[in-house]
């Protein structure tokens, strides 16, 4: 089975700020890996994914993230946040051959001005 | 370019009582659909998917059903509402497995 831990409910960081949430997954294969952002009463977009190859992927509005199978995590990083960045962000999980995707509880991200 | 709509907006509804929420895709042909439910401020559970007309599996037990009548839409229901349905009802494709594309979701309250 594979399951996904965002240890940090909430999160605050101040406008310009370097960023990173923390997202931990168990999979005994090789998972891929998908970092969502959702706004308030929206659906959930989706940010950067991970299938194989350069385990540091890039996404939009300057995100990125980095596999690293060793310590079975994929965390998200931004080097400057901007306000508009104020969201839920949801990491997941899903594997090859299977049509289950497993979203973590998710991180809210709040920007102090 | 692809467009997922889902309806209705928002739902009000009381215990006991029918619901069918919908979903279309427009842009894409045989894609695979999902439906997953939100509590506030909560994860997302997924409900069901589909990849193909007419084949529904479930992922889980909610006392909900889901259909897939036509290539591009996808149907939850259930004949009887419960209070812990409540919450985000969220409608997702894929045409390759993981990366989803999601609607704007209905809201629905039971009461």
């Known amino acids: 089975a594979q399951s996904v831990t965002q240890p940090d409910a909430r999160v605050t960081v101040s406008e310009g700020a370097s960023l990173q949430l923390r997202c931990k997954y168990s999979?005994?294969?090789?998972?891929?890996l998908f970092w969502y952002v959702q706004y308030p009463r929206q659906g959930l977009q989706l940010l950067l994914k991970?299938?194989?190859?350069?385990?540091v992927v890039q996404g939009v509005n300057g995100f990125e993230a980095e596999f690293i199978k060793s310590n079975s995590s994929f965390h998200l990083r931004k080097a400057s946040v901007h306000w508009s960045d104020s969201a839920v962000y949801f990491c997941?999980?899903?594997?090859?051959?299977?049509?289950?995707?497993?979203f973590g509880a998710g991180t809210k991200l709040t920007i102090k001005p | 370019a692809q467009t997922i709509h889902q309806w209705p907006v928002a739902e009000i509804k009381a215990v006991g009582s029918p619901l069918s929420l919908g979903c279309t895709i427009k842009?894409?042909?045989?894609?695979?659909l999902y439906w997953y439910w939100q509590a506030t401020g909560g994860t997302l559970q997924q409900l069901f998917y589909?990849?193909?007309?007419?084949?529904v599996e479930s992922v889980v037990q909610l006392n909900l059903s889901a259909s897939r009548p036509k290539d591009d839409q996808f149907i939850l229901s259930t004949e009887k509402l419960l209070l812990s349905h409540s919450g985000f009802y969220l409608c997702?494709?894929?045409?390759?497995?993981?990366?989803?594309?999601f609607g704007p979701g209905t809201r629905l309250t039971v009461l």
């Open positions: 997702a494709w894929s045409l390759r497995r993981g990366e989803q594309y």
């Open positions: 999979y005994s294969g090789t998972p891929y």
């Open positions: 991970y299938y194989s190859g350069d385990p």
């Open positions: 997941a999980v899903s594997a090859w051959g299977n049509e289950k995707i497993t």
């Open positions: 842009g894409k042909s045989s894609p695979n």
């Open positions: 589909s990849i193909t007309v007419g084949q």
